[in-house]
Nanobody
Framework: QVQLVESGGGLVQAGDSLRVSCTASGRTISTLAMAWFRQVAGKERESVAAISRSGGSTLYTDSVKGRFTISRDNAKNTVYLQMNSLKPEDTAVYYC?????????????????WGQGTQVTVSS
């Protein structure tokens, strides 16, 4: 079973950039599709971005298209989410998730391994 640990969250101002990372242990992520989700307390978990196991295919939810970029470095067993032009509504706990398979998905029910999350707060 893969273990996922997110890092890199913090407090930034609107318009700033931030990169969060997800480092895996226990197995290689090269056979796993990966994704980022986010959640605000009291609300449902929301999809953010997903990436295929090779990194050649990515998906984004509409609200982050053009601002966020998901990427992966299989040699480092790490997935990244580069967030630019951050907005206050991007404030949430960001979770990394993994699923066995080739293609990423924005459906959280397809993922069976989750990290503990990292808080991202964007002030106006």
């Amino acid at each position: 079973q893969v273990q996922l640990v997110e890092s890199g969250g913090g407090l930034v101002q609107a318009g700033d950039s931030l990169r969060v990372s997800c480092t895996a242990s226990g197995r290689t992520i090269s056979t796993l599709a990966m994704a980022w989700f986010r959640q605000v307390a009291g609300k449902e978990r929301e999809s953010v971005a997903a990436i295929s196991r090779s990194g050649g295919s990515t998906l984004y939810t509409d609200s982050v298209k053009g601002r966020f970029t998901i990427s992966r470095d299989n040699a480092k067993n790490t997935v990244y989410l580069q967030m630019n032009s951050l907005k206050p509504e991007d404030t949430a706990v960001y979770y990394c998730a993994a699923r066995q398979g080739t293609w990423g998905s924005l459906n959280p029910q397809l993922y069976n391994a989750w990290g503990q999350g990292t808080q991202v707060t964007v002030s106006s």
